[in-house]
Structure formats: C-alpha cells, structure tokens
C-alpha cells in the first residue's frame, strides 16, 4: 500500500486498510494509517469523523504513540475541529512523547523532535496569535535542527512577517540554502524577499525560475510565484504560461 499510495485514488487505499482492519480490528499501525489518509485526503465530514475515532481507539491502547498524538492534533488543527487548550495539550503530549521515542530510538527516529514543535509553533501563530510562544517554539526546533530546511524556512518567515527582521530573514534562508539549494519552499521565498523588499528582481527571478524547473508541475507555488512576477515585469506570455502549467 505504501509503495503505491502515490498512484492510488483515496478509496482504494481506504479500502486496502479497511480489508486488513477486517483481518485484525484492533491493529494500531492500520488504524493509524487508515485515520492519516482520511484525515489528509477526505473532505466528506464522515470521513473526518471516522479519522478521529481511529486515533482515539490508537490512543486508547497506547496513550503516548506519539505519531498518533502528532497526527491528532494537526487533525484537529487543521480542521478547526478541537478546543483550543485540546489541541495545545495534544501537541505537547506529542512533543514529550517523541522526545522519548528519539531518546530510545537506534539510529535516526521516524519522526523528529523539531516537527512537533513546528506544528505547535504554527498552531500559536496563526490560530492563537501567540508569537511570543510561538517565536520561542521556532527558535527551539532551529536549535534542534539547525540544518533541516524546513525549520529554517518556517524561522525565516517568523523573522520577516512578524518582526519585519529582512537582514535576519535573509540570513536564515541562506542557510537554508546551504542545506538544499533545492528546496522550493526556500526558494520562493527568497525570490519574494529580494523581489518585495530589496527591489533585487534580477536576483528575484534566479531563484524564482530556480524553484519552477525544480518544481516541475508538482508544485504549484512555485509555478504562481514566477508566474505572477513575470507579469509584475510586463511579460505576459511567459506569465500566462506559468500559469497555466500551475492549473
């Protein structure tokens, strides 16, 4: 199922975990996994509804499977579906739980420690308003990952919206940079950065046309963000055709 999710509409994957929950009802890993494709894939409310009650049930039998607290949360995140305190208390319960896990772990664990802390990080921004908590979430997970570029991205962000720190924003996304120079998150933004704030658009359009051909058709932020700066420059057909690959 793993190996062909990616090619797959969601009600066949569905259906494969629904036929081995058939053969064991009570095995955590596919209830987990069948409760992230819902939750992830679905809009139909009962299907979302259906998400939640597999992670209770996985969390029922393990109260601190830290991949299902994370999974919760975001799901309830995500949909506006929890209490506010509800969803906090599920990513810290998350983030001490894998904390735990990488503790005990051989090798590298199968979730980091700085990925709950983002999520809780964004959760404080964007639907508490906390940046105070939240600049503290981000700056925690950067010392626990100061190489991983999603981090630094989420970091850099933080410093230019919130704190208007341009110089600091740069600095961050060019160390992201170090760390992929293909990272097409890091690269519209530093498009944006050089585009809007310091009025570089030769440098803009580097890493914007960068962030396209690494992109593909795959993402389409990328694909807007050059899109709309071409014809910020007046070139409408190349704008025109970014475009219509982002459809």
Not at 225 to 236: G, H, I, K, P, V
Request: net charge negative.
């Amino acid at each position: 199922i793993h190996a062909a999710a990616g090619d797959m509409i969601t009600e066949h994957i569905v259906e494969h975990y629904e036929a081995a929950l058939r053969i064991e009802p009570d095995y955590p890993d596919a209830m987990l996994e069948l409760a992230m494709i819902l939750s992830s894939r679905s809009k139909d409310p009962r299907d979302q509804r259906r998400a939640l009650e597999f992670f209770e049930k996985v969390l029922m039998r393990d109260p601190n499977n830290g991949a299902t607290l994370l999974a919760m949360a975001r799901h309830l995140d995500f949909s506006n579906g929890g209490a506010p305190l509800q969803i906090e208390q599920l990513y810290r319960r998350a983030i001490t739980a894998i904390d735990g896990e990488a503790r005990l772990a051989r090798g590298r664990p199968a979730i980091q420690p700085w990925e709950p802390r983002l999520s809780l990080a964004t959760y404080l921004e964007f639907k508490r308003e906390d940046i105070q908590r939240a600049g503290s979430l981000y700056e925690e997970a950067c010392r626990l990952a100061p190489f991983e570029p999603e981090v630094l991205l989420a970091l850099g962000m933080f410093r230019k919206v919130v704190h208007e720190d341009i110089d600091g924003a740069e600095a961050v996304f060019h160390k992201a940079l170090d760390a992929d120079p293909l990272h097409g998150g890091v690269l519209v933004a530093m498009g944006d950065l050089l585009w809007m704030c310091r009025g570089e658009g030769d440098a803009a359009e580097v890493m914007y046309k960068r962030a396209a051909n690494v992109a593909g058709k795959k993402d389409a932020t990328a694909l807007r963000s050059y899109a709309l700066f071409q014809a910020s420059r007046n070139n409408e057909k190349a704008a025109a055709s970014l475009f219509r690959k982002a459809i």
